[in-house]
């Protein structure tokens, strides 16, 4: 299926015609879900919704479907301390995801694909879905970040802000990646809120020192990162999941 043959749109930027064209011709739904959280030095705040988004984006050029905003309010996770970051009670996240999902469906769409950036949307997710899926059999749904959502003989690799992360952000986003702004020498001001750094127990792996260019990294240095083995990588990915969803819009199962 070429992309001239599919309809596809970012669905805030659709008139109610066009979302009912675009169910009626492939009712996928691609939703990226992301958060606000510090993501090391070099990579934005918002990187876990914008990687999920643009691989959404990659995804539904191939199949036709409407690509959600993505849902920045997501909870848990090893950085709530840090500046700029903001984790939601898990309830919150929680509701506006099945509302949505369930809103959607009575909309038409019948295929769902839920790409999380943020790995802790996996738990979220799981407390979401079986009744979803248990009130919709008819209704298909892909789900899992970038590291699991594949297949299970070709699992990308993830961690936080590091090797891997970076190497998806130059693929995806490298506008909005400096790797120069790894560097020695800030301060703890710039890590921290007025509070300063979490006393108590630390999430285990992640670097806490506010002077190492690889502060709030966790996982292999960024430094190793490498865009030729991310393309391909991520291609191999969106290849899976356009053929599960191809197949399922044009067998209905």
Known sequence: MGEAQVLWGR??????????????????????????????????????????????????????????????WGAIGGHGDFKWTFYQPVEAPQA?????????????????????????????????LPDLEREHPEVLVIWGTEADIGDPDMRLKGDHAA????????????????MGALREGRSEADAWPADGPPQGERHKGVKFDAA??????????????DVAEGEAMLSALVDHITARVSEFLSSGR
């Open 11 to 72: 669905y805030e930027e659709q008139r109610p015609d066009q979302l009912q064209e675009i169910v009626r011709r492939a009712p996928v739904a691609y939703w990226p879900l992301g958060l606000l959280e510090h993501h090391g030095w070099h990579l934005p705040v918002g990187f876990d919704g914008i990687k999920a988004r643009r691989l959404c984006e990659r995804m539904a050029r191939r199949t036709g479907g409407a690509v959600l905003p993505v849902m920045w």
């Open 96 to 128: 506006i995801l099945a509302t949505t999902l369930r809103g959607l469906i009575a909309c038409g769409f019948r295929c769902f694909v839920l790409l999380a950036g943020h790995y802790p949307w996996r738990t979220l997710i799981k407390n979401v």
């Open 163 to 178: 090797r891997w992360e970076t190497t998806y952000g130059r693929v995806l986003l490298p506008e909005l990646v400096d």
């Open 212 to 225: 190492d260019p690889l502060f709030a990294q966790a996982g292999e240095d960024a430094r190793a990162s």
